[in-house]
């Protein structure tokens, strides 16, 4: 009996330490398990600037399913003086920003004494636009706001230059780099600094709406890769050439790798493997292990073909927004989104997958920011904790408990310890965590301890500050997602138990931890996410890191 009331006890400090936006129920159930911490070498790593996100061109009447959800989000309207997109970009400090999408293959630059037309709808042209035009002058407004923001920019370039279209949407010919070309010199000139240029954008295998042969990319992704050379001779630094943009397919990538191994830095893969956004079981796929499970394939398997063919080309995901067709209002923009993204950032990176760009910073709705008022969604707060505990060390990991919790470790960003990501995919069930690791300091060999004192361990708990009676060297500190109100379609977040809102001048919210013994179980709450930071637990592969 007496176990049967600690275990109570635990459930009742957990609620009223979430706060009334947990999920906690009467039907919820306890259950324990063990992640394992392979401490001895890395199995990955990451760019130090994993996160990225992504601008398109879609005007505002670009429309899915009779909803219109693009706004004044696009690369050529979005509004550059709204104070909280500004200090969203600048919290990561660096955000890589990769502008591109569908339409960048009908996109021609502006040059003197040539028209530049507006992108405008017509049913006759693939993808329901016509052509449209990047002008010079907004060109070097985005320019001077990525600069003030802090951001690197990739730049997707349109590769159906000087090509034909035949039936059965084959692009044949060579591309005609000039128009590119112009810009990128125009780019230089003007002194904006561009960290990669992108050639293209969904061309691969069967591509969307067009198709270029894999011979034929790789020949084209030469060329620009020689005039990027040409226009930044005597710069020390000069921007990535990254390719193909589009979706795996592993024979076409295959062919595109072995014929531009020389010229590509960074292969890009696109990742929309939960279907439509019109799916009205999305959710369902998004809290089933196995389906999440699946997406480790096209990760794996572009790893393994960058390793046979010994290029020093590294792996990217360009662009990732779940479910096509611009997502599903309150789902791919609610806090449920933030399981399917958090689990995308850490099944990636096992795979030395460099960096993830999300689809979209705004836009859609799949954007980190909301798309009229540009207030974060959930997933902002996601990157951005991701982005600020996750180090470039990635971590073998593995959780002996129930396959409804997620877990990924990395060494974390700032100090030698380990940072856990733990995701709770289960509504009725919290999930006491014990972690074990080899070859930890102090002769510890951290397998956790029975949680025998946890009514008085938890009680001590305290929202951002130090717990009592225990030094600042035996805690660690841990950061509690959950949905407001326990709605998963809840576009507001709660962390630690305070909502997370930005004020009346647009800053971005400090992002606080509670701090918790080093020896007790990390509580995972139903339907929630833990980011737990262990500041002092030295292990080798993190020692190697540094």
């Not at 129930?402 to 990395?410: D, G, S």
């Not at 305070?498 to 992002?511: E, T």
Request: contains cysteine.
């Amino acid at each position: 009996m007496g176990s049967f009331f600690s275990l109570l006890f635990l459930g009742i400090c957990i609620f009223f330490w979430l706060g009334k936006d947990s999920v906690f129920g009467a039907s919820q159930s306890i259950q324990g398990g063990t992640v394992f911490i392979n401490g001895t070498a890395s199995v990955a790593e990451t760019d130090h600037d994993f996160i990225c996100a992504t601008l398109d061109w879609w005007p505002s009447d670009k429309c899915d399913y009779g909803t219109c959800s693009w706004g004044r989000s696009s690369i050529l309207n979005l509004d550059l003086t709204n104070p909280i997109l500004l200090n969203a970009i600048k919290a990561f400090s660096p955000l890589k920003i990769r502008i591109g999408g569908t339409l960048q293959d009908k996109v021609i630059y502006e040059r003197q004494g040539q028209p530049c037309p507006s992108f405008s709808k017509n049913s006759s042209e693939m993808f329901g636009f016509s052509q449209g035009c990047l002008p010079m002058s907004r060109w070097n407004e985005l320019n001077t706001f990525f600069k003030r923001a802090g951001a690197a920019v990739i730049f997707g370039l349109n590769a159906l230059n000087g090509r034909k279209m035949i039936s059965g949407g084959s692009a044949v010919g060579a591309w005609d780099p000039s128009d590119a070309e112009s810009l990128i010199r125009y780019t230089v000139n003007k002194g904006h600094k561009i960290h990669g240029w992108e050639l293209g954008n969904e061309l691969s295998g069967n591509g969307i709406g067009a198709r270029v042969a894999a011979a034929q990319y790789a020949s084209d992704l030469n060329t620009l890769q020689n005039i990027v050379q040409t226009i930044y001779s005597g710069f020390e630094a000069k921007p990535l050439i990254l390719g193909p943009g589009g979706f795996f397919d592993a024979n076409w990538f295959a062919q595109f790798i072995d014929k531009a191994s020389e010229s590509v830095q960074a292969v890009t893969q696109h990742i929309y493997n939960l279907g439509p956004g019109v799916d009205n079981h999305l959710i369902d796929k998004i809290l089933d292990p196995s389906y999440l499970d699946g997406g480790s394939q096209a990760f794996s398997k572009l790893e393994g073909i960058l390793t046979s063919t010994g290029t020093k080309a590294v792996a990217w995901v360009g662009e990732a927004g779940g479910a096509y067709n611009s997502g599903h209002n309150l789902v791919t923009n609610a806090f449920v989104f933030s399981f399917w993204y958090l689990d995308q950032l850490g099944m990636s990176s096992i795979y030395n997958t460099k960096t993830y760009c999300r689809q979209t910073l705004i836009g859609g709705n799949y954007g980190l920011l909301n798309t009229n008022t540009f207030v974060p969604n959930p997933d902002y707060y996601s990157a951005l904790l991701w982005h600020r505990l996750m180090g470039r060390t990635v971590l073998s990991t593995t959780f002996s408990g129930t396959k409804k919790l997620r877990a990924y470790a990395h060494c974390s960003k700032a100090t030698q310890g380990i940072t856990l990501l733990l995701i709770n995919l289960d509504g009725n069930t919290t999930v006491q965590v014990r972690v074990s690791t080899t070859h930890v300091d102090r002769n510890l060999t951290w397998t956790g301890k029975e949680y025998t004192s946890g009514q008085a361990n938890f009680a001590k708990i305290s929202r951002g500050s130090a717990i009592e009676s225990v030094t600042d060297e035996n805690i660690r500190e841990e950061y509690h997602l959950t949905a407001k109100d326990g709605d998963l379609h809840s576009q507001t977040v709660v962390l630690n138990g305070k909502v997370l809102v930005v004020d009346s001048s647009g800053a971005i919210p400090s992002l606080e931890p509670i701090k918790a013994s080093f020896n007790d179980l990390i509580i995972v709450a139903p339907f929630s996410i833990v980011f737990a930071h262990i500041a002092n637990l030295t292990i080798p592969a993190c020692v190697q890191s540094h």
